[in-house]
């Protein structure tokens, strides 16, 4: 089985910076699937944030946050970061890291097979 294990969310204030950093522990094969993150804010559902491929280099973002935040990724340590820069009140969420067993991105949340248990990033105006 795979874990995935979120770290680096708390509370900054509007227009400060975050990084979150998701290892994976377990099969090792995690380490060459794509990985992706998304959040969940309060009574909303769950959406698409950004996404890497099993080399790191293709990413994809969503619309509301391409600009400011940047994903990579570290196959040796198994480890994939989201640098959130210029932050928002609206960004303040529950974010989630995803791996897939797929070399390839996704947006689609139901493609993911493996979900680490959350962070919470809260941006104070």
């Known amino acids: 089985q795979v874990q995935l294990v979120e770290s680096g969310g708390g509370l900054v204030q509007a227009g400060g910076s975050l990084r979150l950093s998701c290892t994976a522990s377990?099969?090792?094969?995690?380490?060459?699937?794509?990985m992706g993150w998304f959040r969940q804010a309060p009574g909303k559902e769950r959406e698409f944030v950004s996404n890497?491929?099993?080399?790191?280099?293709?990413?994809y973002y969503a619309d509301s946050v391409k600009g400011r935040f940047t994903v990579s990724r570290d196959n040796a340590k198994n480890t994939v970061y989201l640098q959130m820069n210029s932050l928002r009140p609206e960004d303040t969420a529950v974010y989630y890291c995803?791996?897939?067993?797929?070399?390839?991105?996704?947006?689609?949340?139901?493609?993911?097979?493996?979900w680490g248990q959350g962070t919470q990033v809260t941006v104070s105006s």
């Open positions: 995803a791996g897939r067993k797929s070399l390839i991105g996704t947006i689609r949340a139901s493609e993911f097979d493996y």
């Open positions: 377990g099969r090792t094969f995690i380490s060459t699937g794509a």
């Open positions: 890497i491929n099993w080399s790191g280099g293709t990413t």
